[in-house]
């Protein structure tokens, strides 16, 4: 078997998750996280949605994690998003982590917004 090792050139991989948590690049962030190819900041949530509309031309899909469930997000925020040109993809916040850090490692343009588990 030929193992090869992972590079993420765009941004920093979701390193783990936990309660309340995630662990990107060593640090732990507490609470909602939103991680945009220029670094990770705090989410404050479905309403704070101006910060990912002002890396719109360097993101092309937007990765929900919804927390440990998976749920609907307000209709208003996929239609302000879509209208901007970012793909929205909703699912609960593990399956987001994983996903992001597979597109991630392909050089894809992606973000990620998740609510702690």
């Given amino acids: 078997m030929r193992l090869n090792e992972v ?13 309340g948590f995630f662990r990107i690049g060593g640090v732990v962030h507490d609470g909602a996280l ?3 190819p220029d670094g ?10 101006d910060i990912i509309l002002s890396a719109k031309d360097a ?15 307000p209709a208003s925020l996929r239609h302000t998003l879509e209208e901007a040109g970012i793909g929205v993809e909703v699912m609960n916040s593990p399956s987001a982590c994983r996903t992001y850090n597979v597109l991630l490692s392909e ?10 588990v």
């Fill in 7 to 19: 590079s993420y050139p765009n941004a920093k991989p979701v390193e783990g998750y936990g309660p």
């Fill in 59 to 73: 993101i092309d899909v937007l990765f929900v994690g919804t927390g440990a469930e998976i749920a609907h997000i």
């Fill in 34 to 36: 939103l991680v945009l």
């Fill in 40 to 49: 990770e900041i705090t989410w404050g949530g479905y309403e704070d949605v």
């Fill in 107 to 116: 050089g894809r343009r992606i973000a990620l917004a998740v609510l702690p």
